[in-house]
T-cell receptor, first 111, second 114 residues
Framework: TQLLEQSPQFLSIQEGENLTVYCNSSSVFSSLQWYRQEPGEGPVLLVTVVTGGEVKKLKRLTFQFGDARKDSSLHITAAQPGDTGLYLCAGGETSGSRLTFGEGTQLTVNP | DSGVTQTPKHLITATGQRVTLRCSPRSGDLSVYWYQQSLDQGLQFLIQYYNGEERAKGNILERFSAQQFPDLHSELNLSSLELGDSALYFC?????????????FGQGTRLTVV
């Protein structure tokens, strides 16, 4: 079974600060997705990375896929209260299409 | 709006009962996934269907079953319900089951077993 570990589990910061969330595994994934989930809602896809070493930017969010395709990071610059939510990484398996999710990082950005 | 529709949004039922959760995938998506999200276990993959056929199975209990119909909507049937089955159940869909598929999630069905 492939596992994804996210760190930190909880993060509370002030508006304007930068932060990085990590997603690590001992397994290789064919792709890695980052989702954001708000209470009572479904996860919303933010980005998919598929190539080792790939970096994608989405406004203030920067996503990186490790060279070996085993890990990923999400960096948020100048965090805003609207960034508050549960950030989930999910790895796509090469054998099929199921996604293995990390347990998430609960981010709180205080005004 | 992801385009994935789940009904009902909330469901309260008693132990021992059976319920059916419904999912309509995004237009054009052939693959449907079911996930369970509980407080202590995060998002757990249950089962995947692609174009009507079961494609992959995860941590799905024998009391649970699913199917995908010719119109591509899917149903998840949960029977002999226990208190521990209380959770959010999500459906997701993607165009293809390939390794680079992107899954879009519905808003979920919150099941409460009392």
């Amino acid at each position: 079974t492939q596992l994804l570990e996210q760190s930190p589990q909880f993060l509370s910061i002030q508006e304007g600060e930068n932060l990085t969330v990590y997603c690590n595994s001992s397994s290789v994934f064919s792709s890695l997705q980052w989702y954001r989930q708000e209470p009572g809602e479904g996860p919303v896809l933010l980005v998919t990375v598929v190539t080792g070493g790939e970096v994608k930017k989405l406004k203030r969010l920067t996503f990186q896929f490790g060279d070996a395709r085993k890990d990923s990071s999400l960096h948020i610059t100048a965090a805003q209260p609207g960034d508050t939510g549960l950030y989930l990484c999910a790895g796509g398996e090469t054998s099929g299409s199921r996604l293995t999710f990390g347990e998430g990082t609960q981010l709180t950005v205080n005004p | 709006d992801s385009g994935v529709t789940q009904t009902p949004k909330h469901l309260i039922t008693a132990t021992g009962q059976r319920v059916t959760l419904r999912c309509s995938p995004r237009s054009g998506d052939l693959s449907v996934y079911w996930y369970q999200q509980s407080l202590d276990q995060g998002l757990q993959f249950l089962i995947q269907y692609y174009n009507g056929e079961e494609r992959a199975k995860g941590n799905i209990l024998e009391r649970f079953s699913a199917q995908q119909f010719p119109d591509l909507h899917s149903e998840l049937n949960l029977s002999s319900l226990e208190l521990g089955d209380s959770a959010l159940y999500f459906c997701a869909s993607s165009k293809e089951p390939g390794s680079v598929g992107e899954a879009f999630f519905g808003q979920g069905t919150r099941l409460t077993v009392v």
